[in-house]
């Protein structure tokens, strides 16, 4: 049994989430948070939670998607959850980060350590020109 504590892998969207699409001529959101984590080998996964918050581009969210994904951060760490990783597109990034901490330390709820990843190339398929 791992001694690691239980992890939260929360999907976003943006572009780690996306594949080259012909017909749109560019990128588009293609991947859930599992299939971008197929990669990862099984037992790293025993102690992970994996949420499938987003499907869209970044540069899509409104404020108050960003605070609906705060709540559910607060969420997971009461249920427990020691860590969480945000993979996130960069066009949000800051704001991402800056309502985690600002509303963590407002509501001294957010006690697990958070991290925004964010990703300028898609995870699975390389862009094509």
């Known amino acids: 049994m791992s001694k690691r504590g239980k992890v939260a892998f929360v999907g ?26 197929e990669a990862v080998p099984e037992n ?11 499907h869209q581009p970044s540069s899509h969210y409104t404020i108050r998607m960003t605070v609906d994904l705060v ?32 509303y963590g330390h407002i509501l001294n709820q957010l006690s697990s350590q958070v991290l925004c990843f964010p990703s300028v190339l898609p995870a699975l398929k390389p862009h094509q020109t």
């Not at 976003?12 to 588009?28: A, F, N």
């Not at 559910?72 to 959850?81: C, P």
């Open 12 to 37: 976003t969207g943006g572009t780690i989430s996306m594949t080259y699409s012909d017909r749109q001529g560019g990128l588009i959101p293609t991947e859930s948070a599992g299939s971008i984590l």
């Open 71 to 102: 709540q559910l951060l607060y969420k997971l760490v009461q249920d427990g959850i020691s860590g969480i990783v945000i993979a996130c597109g960069t066009d949000t990034l800051e704001e991402m980060a800056y309502l985690t901490i600002f």
């Open 44 to 54: 790293y996964k025993e102690n992970l939670e994996i949420i499938d918050w987003g």
